[in-house]
């Protein structure tokens, strides 16, 4: 897909530098013809319209994703976007504390499962990159 005003091209790159190219292939050449038009429009409108934006650096969005990520319980896309996080500059100790500040204010359910599926995202993306991520800066 492409758009006129470049919101898709530049989805595109953004996702493939938050997410990785990898995923994001799976993602779209794995979509359906029912499913693809919900890849495109996530691809222009969540990482090229809205992520595109100078506003908020891409780490600070990692932050808002996982809180509010957490918050529904999405525990798929929270375990995305963890992995996200570790790319755009987050560390373990940032992560663990957006979720205990997600127990504090969504409660502690929404933290545990949260924890949870940070805790496999970190190990996932420890085997992804072969190296142990650092717990801070």
């Known amino acids: ?24 292939a799976r993602s779209l050449d794995g979509a359906s013809e029912f499913g693809r038009p919900l890849q495109d429009f996530v691809t222009e409108s969540c990482w090229g319209a809205v992520g595109g934006r100078d506003g908020l650096r891409r780490q600070t ?11 529904l319980n999405r525990q798929h896309e929270l375990g995305v976007h963890v992995r996200g996080a570790l790319r755009n500059g987050c560390t373990v100790e940032e992560i663990r504390e957006i979720i205990l500040q997600v127990a504090v204010y969504c409660g502690v359910p929404a933290a545990i499962e949260a924890n949870r599926t940070a805790e496999a995202a970190l190990r996932d993306y420890e085997r992804e990159v072969a190296q142990p991520v650092a717990d801070s800066p």
Do not use: P
Not at 1 to 24: K, N, P, Y
Not at 66 to 71: M, P, R, T, V
């Open 1 to 24: 897909m492409s758009t006129s005003d470049g919101r898709f091209e530049q989805g595109i790159e953004i996702r493939r530098a938050v997410l990785g190219a990898e995923h994001v």
């Open 61 to 71: 969005r990692s932050i808002i994703n996982i809180a509010l990520l957490s918050a």
